[in-house]
Each structure stands twice: as C-alpha cells, then as structure tokens.
C-alpha cells in the first residue's frame, strides 16, 4: 500500500518549536522530491518547504530562518523543523512527494499556535 505517515504536529505557544515527520512506504517508488505545503483556513494550500534527492531545499519567504527541512533518502523519510513559530503559522500541514508518476499527499496534521 502506497502511503505517507505523518507526525509531530500539536499546539505550541508563540515562539516555540515543533519537528514535523513524515515517512513513505517502500513501496513508493521513483521519488524525486518530498515537501511540506500548508493550508489554513479560507486560504490556498501553498508551499512551505521541499527538498530534492541530491539535498537542493526551498523556503516559502514567509518561514525563511525559521523552519528548516530535511530528508533521508535511504528511509524515503522528510522532516521539518520549526523554530520560532507564529500565530500565523497555524494551519493543517500536509506531506508531499513528488515522484515519476502520480504524486502522493499525506493527510494533514494541525498545527496551531497560541498567542
């Protein structure tokens, strides 16, 4: 079965931090690129963070210096650090990879930060 296992995510004051995991199955094969995209409330689902197989990443400017990705490619496993976080960050975080053929999404996790 094709999946993507997701975790980390929960509430966290202002300025506090969370580490967002995400891991595909074996089974899923002809990645090329995982990311982190989010979507909050009445808004699009946009881009955070990806990062390809040879360790090239990309930000949104919005968490630039504050969120950091990573990935294994030997566990086909994508983790995002966030640091320093805002009320603003607060949405459901979704995993994605991109591979050759049918890119996959995970389900979401909420992230919600408090004032």
């Known amino acids: 079965q094709e999946q993507l296992v997701e975790s980390g995510g929960g509430v966290v004051q202002a300025g506090g931090s969370l580490r967002l995991s995400c891991a595909a199955s074996g089974s899923i094969l002809g990645i090329v690129r995982m990311g982190w995209y989010r979507q909050a409330p009445g808004k699009s689902r946009d881009l955070v963070a990806r990062i390809t197989n040879d360790g090239r990443a990309e930000y949104a400017d919005s968490v630039k210096d504050r969120f950091t990705i990573s990935r294994d490619n030997a566990k086909n496993t994508v983790s995002l650090q966030m640091n320093s976080l805002k009320p603003e960050d607060t949405a459901v975080y979704y995993c994605?990879?991109?591979?050759?053929?049918?890119?996959?999404w995970g389900r979401g996790a909420q992230v919600t930060v408090s004032i």
């Open positions: 994605k990879v991109d591979r050759i053929g049918r890119d996959i």
